[in-house]
């Protein structure tokens, strides 16, 4: 929920300026891009690169402003990539498995398990 709420503040702030200066803000958010890719391979650089939600955040809200044309050349991962994430991130919001004790129905009360044995043997057909 958090994570969502300050993409969507940050591709708001980030959409003020493009407006205004279209060229110039494309050519900036280029520039950024490098910078976020650097700062995560210099945090993980024994270990193969992990992007953590944060991480994924910028590229997302920077992607709207850079055309088209150029996001393959600007970006480290691919709109693939980023679709993956996305549904990484649905997949978790709406996975209720930790909210279960036992899987199955639950078990049925003793004093209804009594009343359904002495109905079968009242009534016998």
Known sequence: MIASLLYNVTRRLLSVP???LRH???KDAELLVPR???AVLRRQLHSPVRYQPADRLWPAALSSLIPRRRLAQVFPVTPGTLLAWHR???TRKWDYSKRRTTSGRPPTRAE???LVQR???ENSR
């Open 88 to 90: 990484k991130l649905v």
């Open 24 to 26: 110039e803000t494309s």
């Open 18 to 20: 493009r407006v205004l």
């Open 36 to 38: 976020l890719e650097n």
């Open 112 to 114: 209804l398990k009594k």
């Open 119 to 121: 109905l079968a043997r």
